[in-house]
């Protein structure tokens, strides 16, 4: 059996970069290939399978702990410094430093002889607004290539790259790859403008939609029994501050969800439950903030989920989703369940373009005049059957789409 060394990002605090991971990684193991997994930035090799989470997805203790320990590195560097002195320190720091990115690599090298190729995808790796990542990229890419092992680049994610030393990396790199294909139009246009012209960008699909989730015909029953009882649940993911230019910009958006909340609450001739969650981690301190604005609704609580079957499992038990994070939705569409999504990222519309869903995909200012309109819409689509008819006939045609993507 061949064997397919996956780059990825396997231990991220973010869903939908685990669900890319856990999508590229049955991709290729269906084309008969055996899996190592490393992942992407820290370059360390998963032993363990696809799980959850890698944090706690309780901030405030995170942040205790982080506190804690920079508090005792403080304490150590000032004792050595008393010792030794501040430019003795840095010197060490940078020897240290440069040993154990070469260890880390050594151990990868070593590991991609025994490859037949390396896969290296999803998340966002192709930008610079982390500015080691052009390097790192690079660096698999060039080993593997060194070694005789085709390279392919799938499924990725692009942009932005500013910085001019950023797109020579990545403009020579893309030479080493066999394939090189992207999840939407604006990966592409950026990959286009980097790569040299005779390199083919292919432009495919997010790999989650290859995701088997059965839904039909429980989203069927499930709409049924609503039209009976009128006791609605509604899933909100909430975005945090770092996914906005400004706070004013922030601060204006959970101003609309609560509005929005508002809005349907007293539009409703049932009852309405509300699920505060959200795919990344970091979020939580934005749902908290969020629910300390609406706690004085008694239908509202907060959901944490840690595994993508946490996901799935809720939205078996939601009639509609406001998103959210962009794997909220590709859920949301995978299993059926209706949703509104918000614009907070480029990629939101061209999301709304792939699953025919542009009519539900709004910018922050546009949801603030036209609340009354879509709180009448929401209700409307959760007791609709034809819009689970047409998300069903979407994903069937959306599985042929990621194959695009594949090595073959």
């Known amino acids: ?12 605090n973010n869903l939908g970069d685990l669900a890319l991971s856990h999508s590229i990684e049955q991709i290729i193991t269906n084309q008969g290939y055996s899996i190592e997994k490393i992942d992407f930035p820290t370059v360390s090799f998963i032993e363990n399978s696809f799980t959850m989470l890698n944090h706690d997805l309780i901030i405030e203790k995170k942040n ?11 304490k150590i560097k000032q ?3 008393a010792i030794i002195g501040e430019s003795q320190i840095k010197y060490i720091l940078y020897i240290v430093s440069k040993l154990k990115n070469t260890f880390k690599w050594n151990i990868f090298k070593k590991k991609m002889r025994d490859n037949d190729i390396l896969v290296i995808g999803g998340g966002n790796m ?9 390097d790192i990229f690079h660096t698999y890419c060039k080993i593997a290539k060194k070694l005789d092992k085709e390279v392919y680049i799938l499924y ?3 942009g932005p790259v500013n910085n001019d030393k950023s797109k020579k990396i990545y403009k ?12 939407d139009p604006l990966s592409k246009k950026v990959c286009e403008n ?3 012209k005779k390199i083919s960008i292919v432009e495919t699909i997010d790999p989650v939609f290859s995701i088997l989730i059965n839904s039909y015909e429980q989203r069927m029953s499930t709409l049924n029994e609503l039209k009976k009882t009128l006791e609605f649940k509604i899933g909100i993911c909430i975005i945090g501050k770092e996914c906005f230019n400004t706070k004013n910009d922030y601060d204006k958006y959970l101003l609309v969800l609560k509005k929005m909340l508002n809005c349907l609450v007293l539009k409703s001739s049932g009852t309405i439950n509300f699920v505060l969650f959200s795919t990344e981690a970091l979020d939580y301190i934005a749902i908290n903030e969020f629910y300390s604005m609406v706690n004085n609704y008694r239908n509202i609580s907060i959901v944490e989920v840690e595994k993508i079957n946490d996901v799935i499992d809720l939205y078996e038990n939601l009639h509609y989703l406001i998103g959210g994070r962009m794997h909220s939705l590709i859920f949301a569409q995978k299993c059926l369940l209706p949703f509104l999504g918000i614009v907070w990222q480029d990629k939101i519309n061209g999301f709304g373009q792939v699953t025919n869903s542009s009519n539900r995909i709004f910018e922050v200012s546009l949801l603030y005049k036209s609340i ?4 009448d819409d929401i209700l409307g689509m959760m007791i609709n059957p034809k819009v689970i008819i047409n998300m069903n006939e979407t994903n069937k045609a959306l599985l042929d789409l990621v194959e695009l993507g594949s090595i073959s």
């Not at 059996?1 to 991220?12: G, Q, R, Y």
């Not at 205790?64 to 005792?72: F, G, N, R, V």
């Not at 930008?127 to 990542?133: F, G, L, R």
């Open 1 to 12: 059996m061949k064997k397919a060394m996956i780059v990825s990002f396997f231990k991220s």
């Open 64 to 74: 205790i702990d982080k506190s804690k320990k920079k508090i005792l590195q403080k």
């Open 79 to 81: 004792s050595i410094k």
């Open 126 to 134: 192709i930008m610079d607004t982390i500015n080691t990542w052009p």
């Open 156 to 158: 990725v994610g692009a």
């Open 172 to 183: 020579e790199t893309f030479k080493y790859a066999e394939k090189i294909s992207v999840r």
């Open 194 to 196: 980097i790569a040299e």
């Open 372 to 375: 009354e309109t879509v709180a």
